[in-house]
């Protein structure tokens, strides 16, 4: 089964992706912050890592940062999500080592074309 970490602050946005994920297949844990998520990815490093970039108590290159630099050999594949289109914090993200930036509104037939994309196996 495939380990994936959903962070998003939303409880309710949260409970939809975790919906749409688990029909994917994916195992889930959810964070509500990326400082828990970052210790999530060093006690036990998902396969990926998907989260919503604003609205976190870190910023979300800051986040793909800490992750890649885990001792842990595994790394997660990092996707992060947003409802702005902040130009900025994309390339940022990316250059930190994120897979993706996908906007929001996110669906189960984008989620598995990114997920897939990213070489997760999804169903």
Known sequence: ???????????????????LLSGLGLTL?????????????????PDVVLMQAEG???EAQDFVRRVRRSPRAKKPVVILFSG??????????????AADFI????????LAFKLRQAGIKVS
């Open 1 to 19: 089964m495939v380990q994936c970490l959903l962070i998003n602050r939303d409880p309710g946005e949260r409970a939809r992706l975790a919906q």
């Open 29 to 45: 844990t959810e964070r509500a912050l990326a400082g828990e998520g970052v210790a999530v990815c060093n006690d036990n490093t």
């Open 56 to 58: 976190q108590d870190m």
């Open 84 to 97: 702005a289109a902040d130009t900025e914090v994309i390339g940022q993200s990316i250059l930190s080592g």
């Open 103 to 110: 906007m929001l509104p996110l669906d189960r037939d984008l």
